[in-house]
């Protein structure tokens, strides 16, 4: 089992050239852009606001959980704080992303066993265009995908710490948080106890204690936000409502592609009875129920045509996402500002890097025992992006989403490589040694 060492003085100049690496372009972007927010990030922004003025978690004096919570009550802590303001929202994106980066750095350290692989990746992911991008707007990915590997590394790493349980509870927090953020992170800790389990890094007895303890502490962060659900809605809501519309937007007769359809056909609308998920939502619960109902019945009466459209979706999933550098040239305009020659002149090497670091998450399963410490990277790394796949092939595909799952390609990759490497080069040592 890999021992994670107080960092040497060259491991210490190492983590400096990276957070220059890291803030440069970062800061750069964002003194060059200076976006206007528009869209999810004003919704997010407003909701804070409102959450800070003691209005609640509401749209238009209603009640609301349709979206979850985690973003706009982390905003409207920080609102608190600083003051509302477009600018600490995004210094805090920058702050995320930097936390995000550390957990990479351990997780790859984990994976590879190698100081010079996690160096690499954490490189590779630094550099990553895409994230880069994201932390001039207000989306609540940064926020999750420091938390998803906050838990991810303290899980994994709770047999390498005399505080084992405190790790495995401090890991449960983590999930928590992130399920209040975006609902998917609540089935990950449960899959790496699993993933942990088969692959014989930890017995039986300890895989259920272990499950035990990190749920215990993830649904006593989300258990106040279901007993307020019940108290303003009428019913224990988990998390959020919205997961009706998400399973009818990616299973109904009229979205071919598997993507989010906008603008949406009159047909679409007309069934989700006007729907704005951006405004007051007349009843969210019985809307909630009767898209459920729809979209299984679609996937029941069409069982061949909802599985051809899978493929779809993953690739609306993986593939490049240009929102964030759509919406960076829109919000730069309303704020006077032409960045149309900038976003042109990125864009193709921010897509080039996209391509060529995902396709390390569909080659490690055909490269698997190629791979350097391919157990422990695929519990580390590979897990995450399946589990996220499998939700996508069930719902609908956004590029967004596959945000939180940029980090672990870069891991993905050095694990390949540095198998690749090892493999050949043993055999050129046998050579000149028998020369």
Same mark, same amino acid.
């Given at each position: ?62 009640? !609301? ?40 750095? %351990? ?11 996690? %160096? *690499?990746?954490?490189? &590779?992911?630094?550099?990553?265009? @895409? ?29 390498? !710490?005399? %505080? ?18 975006? @609902? ?24 259920v204690l272990t499950g035990l303890v990190a749920y215990a502490a993830c649904l006593a962060v989300t258990a106040p936000w279901t007993m307020r659900n019940w108290e303003v809605l009428g019913q224990p809501v988990l998390i959020s ?49 009767? &898209? ?41 305009? %309303? ?6 020659? &900038?976003?042109?002149?990125? *864009? ?31 519990? *580390? ?10 939700? @996508? ?43």
């Open positions: 089992m890999l021992e994670l060492k107080t960092p040497s003085q060259g491991t210490s100049r190492f983590l400096i050239l990276a957070a220059v690496l890291f803030l440069a372009p970062r800061i750069g972007w964002m003194l060059a852009v200076d976006a206007a927010p528009m869209s999810d990030q004003l919704w997010y922004f407003e909701r804070a606001v409102g959450m800070l003025n003691g209005e609640g978690y509401a749209v238009q004096g209603q009640p !609301t959980a349709f979206w979850p919570v985690g973003y706009p009550a982390f905003l409207a802590g920080l609102f608190a704080v600083f003051g509302p303001s477009l600018e600490a929202a995004k210094i805090a994106n920058l702050v995320l992303s930097g936390i995000a980066m550390v957990f990479v750095y %351990r997780i790859a350290r984990r994976a590879t066993g190698s100081e010079t692989a996690a %160096r *690499a990746a954490l490189l &590779l992911a630094v550099l990553y265009p @895409t994230q880069i991008f994201y932390t001039e707007l207000l989306y609540s990915e940064l926020l999750f995908t420091a938390l998803l590997l906050a838990g991810t590394d303290l899980l994994l790493g709770a047999a390498e !710490t005399r %505080r084992r349980w405190v790790a495995v509870a401090a890991a449960g927090v983590c999930f928590g948080l992130a399920s209040l953020v975006k @609902t998917q992170g609540l089935l990950l800790p449960g899959l790496l106890v699993a993933g942990a389990l088969v692959l014989r890094r930890i017995g039986f007895r300890q895989a409502t919205n997961g009706g519309f998400n399973l009818y937007m990616g299973n109904n007769p009229w979205n071919r592609w598997g993507n989010y359809m906008w603008p949406a056909p009159p047909e679409f609308t007309e069934a989700t009875e006007n729907l704005n998920i951006l405004k007051a939502i007349p009843d969210e619960l019985a809307l909630n129920a009767k &898209l459920n109902r729809l979209a299984m019945d679609y996937i029941r009466d069409n069982p061949v045509e909802a599985a051809k459209r899978i493929p779809y979706k993953l690739y609306q999933f993986f593939r490049f996402d240009t929102l964030p550098l759509a919406q960076a040239e829109i919000g730069a305009k %309303r704020n006077g500002r032409d960045v149309h020659a &900038l976003v042109t002149a990125v *864009a193709p090497v921010a897509e080039i890097w996209h391509w060529a670091m995902m396709w390390s998450a569909f080659l490690f399963p055909v490269l698997f025992w190629l791979a350097r410490r391919p157990a422990d990277a695929a519990l *580390a790394a590979f897990l995450p992006v399946a589990y996220f796949g499998a939700i @996508t092939a069930v719902f609908f595909g956004e590029a967004r989403f596959n945000l939180p799952l940029l980090p672990l390609y870069p891991v993905l990759a050095v694990c390949i490589a540095g198998g690749f490497l090892h493999r050949v080069r043993w055999p050129m040592v046998g050579h000149r040694r028998r020369a």
